[in-house]
């Protein structure tokens, strides 16, 4: 279990010192395969560090670029999150019925039982294949698959391609924001960063490991395997702690190197989520409340920017 750990290490630090680690945790704690809490998150936050040093020693792109193609990664997430289920049902041919979450229907395909609207797509494949595309580094294809998004959202009614668009009710969200395809600023922005992504020279773009799908598979699973519906606490607790790790991740990333560049993906997921309380209020899951949401979600943002300011000036100090 101690090698999962080494997985926060970025690829040449673990050719090099992986084992060195290993052995180090061996000896310090015999017969255990994993070492403390404690021990456990200050190696996770090394590993970040040590991510995010050699990130930002690649000057093979700028950083505002990279900042650009994360933003895209996070919103191509946020945009899938509602359709994790559907997609999952979909892949494996599974008919939900009473599990269906907040559709019109429970039956969405031609092998469900019962009444149903039959309709030959997930909307959550576009999402899914905008990820997919921006993590191989390749914006030409999802910039199409984002004005594809754009296109099902103003024209969700009616059809049989993707069938009503997505959910009736509210998505899972760990602050309760209801988008889903609808939301034309999600799709518009998402679609945005991606012309901007194909304009600047693709290939300067970071490639990222199919291995980087295996959380979403592990997603799919929990929403749709193991039928926990859009609006259950668990899920939404488990996709509040997520969040909350990713933006201490982004903390650490930015205290190490002083790099603007992971201030970029919470802008805008912040700008997204915040938007669609601001629109939508009445549909707010009121988890917490408003006011609280609003908080949490900017809150983040001159913290990033001042850890970056204060780090550079402890750079440039003699």
Known sequence: MNRLLLAAYPEPHRSRYGEELLACLAEAYPGRSWPPPREVAALARAGVQARARAVVDDTTRPWWLDGIHLAALALAALALVPYLQDVWHWALHIDPGQHAIAFHFSGWYPWAEGPTRIRLLPYGLLPLG?????????PGIALPVAAAMIWAGATSHGRTLFGDEGKAGLGYYGLGTPITARDL???GTLCTACAVLTACRPSRLRRRSYRWLVPVVLAMYVAGGLHIISVSPTFQR???AIEVAALI???VATASTGDHRWLIPVAAVAFIRTQAIVIQPQGFMQSLPN????????APLPVLAITAQRRQGQALAP
């Not at 997919?132 to 390749?138: D, E, P, Q, S, V």
């Not at 006011?291 to 979600?297: C, K, S, T």
């Open 291 to 298: 006011l609280v949401v609003l908080v949490l979600l900017i």
């Open 185 to 187: 600023v999600l799709a």
């Open 238 to 240: 488990g996709l509040f």
């Open 130 to 138: 905008c990820l997919i595309a921006l993590l191989r580094g390749r």
């Open 249 to 251: 991740a982004a903390w």
